[in-house]
């Protein structure tokens, strides 16, 4: 039971920080948003409150694992966010292809 809790954890975790970076892609339509270190011109504060609770959820699911699998648990970490860096290296081509699509609504 505790494995599928960790497992449903982590899911839930790279769903968010997913989320999180689709905010932040709307937010920034027409502008590269760096990949590591950087910050983009437009960055809504409700990007926080997702990034945290995403960064909570996969580190509950990696510390919960690491008893059971070890080391390779940060290995689901990395895996867990791998969707968002996808995201963002998709963006970012489009964005220097010049393929901004509609402008995004300005959050509140």
Known sequence: ?????????????STLFTMSFRMLSQANPSERIPQVWGRP???PGRIYA???AALTFL???VSG???????FSVL?????????????????RRVARGQHGRPAEQPA
Do not use: D, Q
């Open 50 to 52: 997702t990034r945290v």
């Open 41 to 43: 011109t437009r960055h």
């Open 65 to 71: 694992l690491s008893g059971s699998i070890g080391y």
């Open 76 to 92: 689901l970490f990395v895996l867990g966010c791998l969707p968002a860096c996808a995201l963002n290296i998709a963006h970012n």
């Open 59 to 61: 580190f509950l699911a």
């Open 1 to 13: 039971m505790e494995l599928l809790l960790l497992t449903i954890s982590l899911i839930i975790g």
